[in-house]
């Protein structure tokens, strides 16, 4: 499986254990069996696939950054060599 893959199944258990927290209320919460009995784990697999998640959202996030960041740099001395091609600032 290859790392896009695994972030859509990270992205898949999240909603399926939301949804299924969200089926579980103050009527059925005391009910023996079922996803209310282990909604303590329910909620921590969510959360671990969460953090996978947010480590790739992290990662993307810094590499935006650097890519602007570097575009910027290669505009701004575009525009610099553009305006003066021989070093002078015009002054």
């Known amino acids: 499986m290859n790392d896009l893959d695994e972030n ?17 209320n103050a009527a059925t919460i005391l009910i023996p069996g079922g ?7 329910i909620v921590e697999e969510a959360g671990a696939a969460l953090g996978q998640v947010e480590t790739v959202v992290d990662m993307l996030r810094e590499q935006l950054e650097y890519e602007h960041r570097r575009l910027d ?19």
Do not use: F
């Open 8 to 24: 859509y199944a990270a992205l898949q258990i999240i909603i399926a254990r939301l949804d299924t927290l969200a089926s579980i």
């Open 35 to 41: 996803p209310q009995a282990r909604y303590h784990e």
């Open 73 to 91: 740099e290669a505009r701004d001395a575009a525009l610099k060599e553009e305006y003066h091609p021989d070093g002078n600032t015009g002054g």
